[in-house]
């Protein structure tokens, strides 16, 4: 029988018959040789740990990826040139070294492996009080075997799935693996139907929840990996990690770069074999032709290939990294928070996300109407009686420590602790002023607690239950100082109707007054609970975090869907939901039960109209955020719980609580949020949109000059015969290494920093499916790149034309020549990362990146060094004369004037359009 069917099994059944078929017994348990053999059978009460990768493995993870095959191809052709003319590239150790400080920096901002299932180890009770041998003892919850009889006291974690055999007063917090904000009232005697949720199954305790009142028993029905947090491990360790948008933009480019590549090797060894073929058949047998077009074809993929990219988008995702700590928000992994920017809809658990995960009393019923609560509430005789009543018949903890009430109990207990230091009262004077003198205490069956207090002389039993028992169990009532007899409660009950249809959680006290001497040992429950003086009625709820409702707005001008899942009540989701405007006319609220009896067919076909689930398990979240997957969405999912942590792994991004967050929900996600505001994620997805825009004009910047370096070269081995009568190299591998890494680089990461663009959360989500090239992108960076490449060409040929001029010899006005396509070429480069910075507005109306003014001066520095004598050799270059510096400024410029004069022809069309 598998583990599903055992479990309904054990709630549809009486817990004798469960004893019994665990062959154990609820007085003595387990014998020690029973233990043993059952130990053998099902191990250590465990989860299964995953199995760690190690460095070095994670090392490869950072240079797996086709940029940096396509980087270490063109290290490996440039070594084997290298060989063949006896001598070892620069080329080659620079291509490493930029290859090893990407995966460095890498591994560096993601060296935390995954820590979701040793968390959720973590969470287990290291000790569990069990009856063996009919004596009650202490051991090691990993030793507990099914069948063990379990005793559990208020403060304890249950260390197994366990089917209860006996509750007093029992109350556990399911809250980390159901959702529900509200402690579960657990009935060891009640029988379940068929396929109840598991927040309903009241007659069972899980694993790792926490007992918050009350005492009881249980025998164990699930150890380690088969219990309900067994099965989360299982489903975190199926979810398997994917490419992010902008992982997967980078792969296609790198294998786009490397096709064109080959194209372009392609191209120039047929030319060189057609020019070899026409002018010196006897050159085909050279070496020295073939080493010379290996060389070309070198400095060609160094043109083609931005080495600097791979370790530009690592550095700006790092420093986006940093700056959204700022914004109360620790990414865990440098992609994700690329992926923010692309977010499309936010599945957002209610419980401690949307909501504050405590219970807060917003509406009471007292001298016949109902009171808002709020700093303003005028506080009646009668009210004062409600709220002196709610902190007596307590059961909370509570020290005053910095101003502040520190409460340990029952949220719907701590509510009214809250309530009274709201409306100026002090509770813990109140406690120690009207202290217990005795109780009867809350069971399931009576629906009530009252407790004994000595108040004016008089002897109060304050009496605090389920409004239908309290009604049933008043003759009188209290109004206005005044008590008037009442036998018909109808209106009041209507009353109580009306609070919970707004998902009010509603509480009822009332009281009797005895003589100050009567003996409690004089006293039947029963009596004292009957015949009471009704006060009023108290409505809470879990209320919705006061920052979401706006953030929620944010996220819908953006484009981006909030979808509510949760485990509590459909009626308490609801009306949450309605209250923070996620749920509209046209939609849907389903609980998970509607779910599961959905084919899958049906779920897609309705989903996209579902924002509110409820009463959901781990599976059903997992199934959610795979339907919204499954259109091409980018899905961000929130929780706090061990019961959001499958679905918080499964997401695109998954974002974790950081105050009131399980250990194994941090450990599953993306990001956490170290305030817990559900408004982080907003500015955090704004910091997301900024960087990938950034990242975009990194890209738009790098590639249009790469094009300039390939047409540069390319017309060298084409064009210069037709205008020169040879072949020339118009730059060599060093050049090329030289303009990528050293000045692209630094300008591409100072775009990296540009500021926060207007406007940027009015825009819609962008489409992650599609290339990080459309909306006119690669055109746009091809006809840059053009014009970038003919401006170094033209460049060369005037070079040329100059050097031949002086008559000195051929190799100084070669020389000459590439000295002007040089500088040309990187003065150009260093200009147009001005221009790229907008595609649409002038380089004079954007505020001045500090950053880019910065690197702009290092790089005109570090290029000029290049004509320094010491240096010179190295580059192949000379020091230009005056003349030539004038020309190589103008030529340099006509790309700043091309693209500001496209700018405004684009503008003039936008306003056109804007006004028809």
């Known amino acids: 029988m598998d583990t599903n069917q055992k479990e309904k099994k054990y709630y549809e059944i009486n817990h004798y018959d469960v004893i019994k078929s665990l062959d154990s017994d609820f007085k003595y348990g387990l014998t020690d040789r029973k233990v043993l053999e059952i130990r053998e059978k099902d191990g250590l009460n465990e989860l299964v740990k995953p199995k760690k990768r190690s460095l070095l493995l994670k090392f490869f993870d950072q240079i797996n990826n086709f940029m940096i095959y396509v980087l270490l191809g063109a290290a490996l052709v440039s070594f084997v040139s290298g060989l063949l003319e006896n001598k070892i590239e620069a080329d080659t150790f620079l291509i490493l070294a930029i290859v090893l ?83 579960v009232e657990k009935n060891a005697n009640f029988i379940l139907e068929k396929d109840a949720p598991l927040g309903d199954r009241i007659n069972l305790a899980y694993m790792s929840t926490v007992v918050t009142y009350g005492r009881g028993k249980g025998v164990v029905v699930g150890t380690g990996m088969n219990t309900e947090i067994g099965k ?70 160094v043109a083609a290939i931005p080495e600097g990219l791979p370790a530009i988008i690592t550095i700006v995702l790092a420093i986006g990294m940093q700056n959204l700590v700022k914004e109360k928000a620790i990414m865990r992994t440098l992609p994700a928070v690329e992926t923010l920017g692309s977010t499309t809809i936010i599945c957002s658990d209610k419980t401690g996300t949307l909501t504050q995960n405590k219970m807060d009393i917003l509406k009471v019923f007292v001298d016949n109407k109902i009171e808002l609560i709020n700093d303003n509430t005028k506080i009646s005789s009668t009210l004062e009686k409600l709220i002196l009543f709610g902190v007596l018949n307590n059961d909370t903890k509570t020290k005053l420590q910095d101003g502040v009430y520190l409460k340990i109990g029952d949220p719907t207990e701590t509510a009214f602790i809250d309530l009274a230091s709201k409306l100026k009262y002090d509770p813990i004077k109140l406690f120690d002023t009207y202290s217990r003198d005795f109780e009867y205490p809350f069971d399931s069956d009576r629906k009530m607690m009252t407790t004994f207090h000595i108040i004016n002389s008089k002897l109060y039993a304050c009496v605090k239950g389920a409004p239908d028992v309290i009604f049933s169990n008043s003759i009188r009532v209290l109004e206005n100082d005044i008590v008037s007899d009442k036998s018909d409660f109808s209106d009041y009950e209507n009353i109580n109707i009306s609070l919970a249809n707004e998902a009010l959680r509603v509480l009822a006290f009332a009281y009797k007054e005895y003589p100050i001497d009567t003996k409690f040992s004089s006293l039947k429950m029963e009596d004292v609970e009957k015949d009471l003086t009704f006060v009023g009625l108290v ?86 955020v795979s339907a919204w997957k499954s259109s091409g969405l980018v899905v961000a999912m929130t929780g706090d719980g061990v019961n959001d942590a499958p679905s918080i792994k499964k997401a695109d991004i998954g974002i974790a609580m950081g105050i009131t967050g399980t250990e194994v929900a941090k450990g599953a996600a993306d990001m956490i949020l170290t305030d817990d505001n559900f408004a982080t994620i907003i500015n955090a997805v704004s910091e997301g949109r900024t960087i990938f825009a950034n990242i975009k004009k990194a890209i738009h910047y790098l590639l249009s000059c790469n094009v300039g370096e390939i047409l540069a070269v390319f017309l060298g081995t084409t064009l210069a015969i037709l205008i020169l009568g040879n072949t020339v190299t118009t730059l060599t591998a060093v050049q090329l290494l030289w303009v990528n890494i050293v000045t692209d680089s630094l300008m591409a990461i100072a775009l990296g920093l540009e500021l926060k663009e207007k406007n940027i959360m009015s825009e819609k989500p962008r489409d992650s499916r599609k290339s990080i090239f459309a909306g006119g992108l690669g055109l746009n960076l091809f006809i840059e790149g053009i014009i970038m490449g003919l401006m170094a060409f033209g460049a060369y040929i005037i070079g040329y034309k100059m050097g031949e001029a002086e008559g000195i010899s051929l190799e100084f006005a070669e020389r000459n020549a590439e000295t002007m396509c040089f500088m040309v070429l990187s003065l150009s480069q260093l200009v147009h990362a001005f221009n790229c910075r907008s595609d649409k507005e002038s380089i004079f109306s954007l505020k001045i990146n500090k950053w880019l003014v910065g690197a702009f001066a290092i790089c005109i520095i570090l290029q000029l060094l290049t004509t320094l004598p010491v240096v010179r050799e190295v580059f192949n270059v000379n020091m230009p004369n005056l003349l030539e510096w004038l020309i190589i400024a103008g030529i340099t410029l006509i790309i700043f004037f091309y693209m500001e004069i496209k700018k405004l022809v684009v503008r003039i069309k936008f306003r056109n359009r804007e006004t028809v």
């Open 101 to 183: 400080l990407n995966a460095i920096i890498g591994l560096v901002q993601e060296g935390k492996a995954d820590k979701a299932l040793e968390s959720i180890k973590a969470l287990s009770s290291p000790n569990a009080k069990v009856i063996r041998n009919g004596i009650e003892m202490v051991i090691k919850s990993n030793e507990l075997v099914v069948g063990d009889i379990v005793i559990l006291d208020a403060g304890d974690f249950v260390p197994g799935d366990l089917r209860l055999i006996e509750t007093i007063s029992l109350k556990i917090d399911e809250s980390a693996l159901t959702g529900e904000a509200v402690p």
């Open 232 to 301: 989360i491990a299982t489903l975190l360790g199926e979810q398997e990690s994917e490419q992010t948008p902008l992982q997967k933009s980078i792969a296609n480019l790198g294998k786009i770069l490397a096709i064109i590549c080959l194209i372009i090797v392609g191209v120039i060894f047929l030319i060189t074999i057609i020019e070899a073929s026409i002018t010196n058949p006897l050159s085909l047998k050279s070496p020295s032709l073939w080493i010379e077009t290996l060389l070309t074809s070198v400095a060609l993929a």
């Open 539 to 624: 409505g809470m709820k879990d209320p919705a975090r006061p920052e979401v409702k706006e953030a929620i707005k944010i996220c819908k001008k953006a484009g981006i869907t909030t979808i509510m899942i949760t485990g509590d009540h459909k009626n308490t989701a609801l009306a949450i939901a309605k209250d923070l405007d996620i749920f509209g006319a046209d939609d849907i609220a389903i609980t998970g039960k509607d779910l599961d009896n959905m084919s899958d067919t049906e779920f897609l076909s309705k989903y996209m109209h579902i924002k509110v689930y409820a009463r959901v398990s781990p599976e059903n979240k997992v199934r959610i």
